[in-house]
């Protein structure tokens, strides 16, 4: 199947297996896969190392300033570097975890963000994941996907996920932090998660990823008119 010259925009909650399945996508499609929420991670590991924001999530605004000269960009495989140092394993901790939430609420780093996602997509053919891609970054994708998933299932993925890394993380402080991130994505004033109006929604909770494959082909087919 021809998939024609698109952008998909997937948008959902906190581990609804958004970026396993985007890039699972563009590998099949050989797409351009752009992960928004590795680029609000990575400001807020800048923004821990240079020791401007405190436990209480209290941000210095010299990081206004800090982020001009912040180099933050993926290589081939998807991982996320700053400058020349890969950062990819450093931004998916749950110290990390637990302060992006208000740190991708302030209006500057999602300005920040969305130049370098706009930079980044110039090519076309990309599917983009995070919270906001459909509504605010490309509110012109041609096909929006909102993701679902129960918090059970999230919680459980997400906990696993950090078992395989060799990490030992507590499962009821896994389900905390997926609460609050949640709670503070769709509740913050400046592009909130919300479902756009027209992206499709999909509930993956007992899904394998070649099924939701195959439902996005049906998508595509039926909007593309494809045979
Ligand atoms: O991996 P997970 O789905 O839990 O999160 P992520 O996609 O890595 O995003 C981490 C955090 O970045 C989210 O909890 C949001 O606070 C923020 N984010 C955002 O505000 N807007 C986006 N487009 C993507 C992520």
Redesign the pocket.
């Known amino acids: 199947m021809t998939i024609p010259d698109i952008t998909i925009a997937i ?6 297996g ?2 396993s399945f985007a890039k699972l996508l563009a590998r099949r499609f050989g797409f351009t896969y752009l ?7 990575g400001v ?1 590991l800048f923004a821990q190392e240079e020791g401007l924001i405190n436990r209480r999530n209290m941000v210095d605004p010299s990081l206004e300033q800090a982020l001009k000269d912040l180099d933050l960009h993926f290589d081939a495989n998807n991982r996320t570097y700053m400058g020349d140092r890969c950062i990819e394993h450093l ?2 901790s749950l110290e990390v ?1 637990a302060q ?6 302030i209006p500057y780093v ?1 300005n920040y ?1 969305d130049d370098r ?1 706009h930079a980044f997509a110039k090519g076309g053919r990309v599917v ?6 459909g509504t ?2 490309f509110p012109d994708a041609e096909l929006k996907i909102f993701m679902t998933a129960s918090e059970e299932v999230r919680a459980r993925r ?1 906990y696993d996920e950090m078992v395989a890394k060799g990490e030992h993380p507590v499962f009821e402080e896994v389900v905390k932090n ?1 609460r609050e ?2 709670y ?2 769709s509740h ?1 004033e400046t ?1 909130p ?1 919300v479902r756009a109006a027209d992206a499709f929604e999909l509930d993956n909770s007992e899904m394998s990823l070649d099924q939701e494959i195959a439902w996005v082909q049906g998508l595509i087919q039926g909007k593309f008119s494809i045979l």
Request: aromatic share 4%.
């Open positions: 948008d959902g909650y906190s581990s609804t958004k970026s992960d928004s929420g590795a680029m609000y991670r807020t931004i998916r975890a992006v939430s208000p740190i991708a609420a999602r963000v996602l983009m994941d995070g919270r906001d891609i605010t970054v997400r997926l991130r949640d503070i994505d913050r592009s998660l």
